[in-house]
């Protein structure tokens, strides 16, 4: 091998290398059995829509959140997630929930 030819070798292990290390990653995405599906009507605390694009009942104040892919929910108007758990006031009920989990 050619002096100038070491590191082009170099560039394209590392290359292969790196994409070996996030192949796992890509293919770890859920698999979605449906698509687009409306939310129900009778959420406590509004919709939001899930990693398929379908509808689901927002998390109120308190109730848990996030984790991978949001899979444990995600939270309705006027809270966010934050540690696992929706913090701020709902506006459809007047309840708040501030303590922190973390």
């Known amino acids: 091998m050619t002096p100038s030819a070491r590191p082009a070798t170099l560039i394209l292990a590392s290359c292969l290398l790196l994409l070996l290390l996030l ?27 899930d990693w398929c694009s379908n509808g689901v009942c927002a998390k109120g104040p308190g109730e848990t959140c996030g984790g991978y892919r949001r899979q444990d929910g995600i939270c309705g108007e006027g809270t966010y997630c934050e540690c696992g758990h929706c913090r701020g006031c709902s506006p459809f009920d007047a309840s708040c929930h501030d303590a922190q989990f973390c």
Do not use: E, I, V
């Open 23 to 49: 192949l796992p990653r890509g293919s770890a995405a859920p698999r979605c059995t449906t698509y687009d599906q409306p939310a129900p009507k009778n959420c406590k605390y509004g919709t939001a829509l």
